[in-house]
């Protein structure tokens, strides 16, 4: 029985819009660029790159909810799991992570971005735990955090 859920014309089903963080800022991206969707889950950030017509290189944990395509890279590898990185020495016109924190990481994304490149990074910061999940701070970025970690190597919009 086919699946009733709306298809994008990359062919993923469209499982959730982007992020409206993402989506405000995606176009930035160097046309045509290379993206990397870190912890890509379902691939809703996925989707919406390759129909602005970027390549893109999907990593995650779990990639059974993707499906191979043209232009779609997929890489399945646990970033928490402590082997070693799996895209060494490459770079990415976009780097993109949404809901997603590993702090030892960090350093690794920031030398992922190719110069003139974007890091689009969405996720939960302290304050979510009045909310709900993820309430561990480990999961939630301080106030100022990321904009101090990335400030030396990259331009903040």
Known sequence: MASKEP???SGIQK???PSVWISRFAKLAPKGGQVLDLACGSGRHCDYFLDLGHPVTALDRDVGKLTPRD???I????L??????????RQF?????????FRPLLPTLISSVAPGGLLL??????????????NNPDFLLQAGELKAVVAEELSIL
């Not at 928490?80 to 020495?89: A, Y």
């Not at 016109?93 to 924190?101: I, T, Y």
């Open 7 to 9: 298809v994008s014309k």
């Open 15 to 17: 499982m959730q819009a």
């Open 71 to 73: 232009r779609l890279e």
């Open 75 to 78: 890489i399945q590898h646990d």
């Open 80 to 89: 928490e799991g402590g082997g070693p990185w799996p895209l060494e020495k």
């Open 93 to 101: 016109s976009a780097v993109v992570v949404v809901n997603f924190l």
């Open 121 to 134: 990074y969405d996720t939960f910061a302290v304050g979510n735990e009045a909310f709900g999940r993820p």
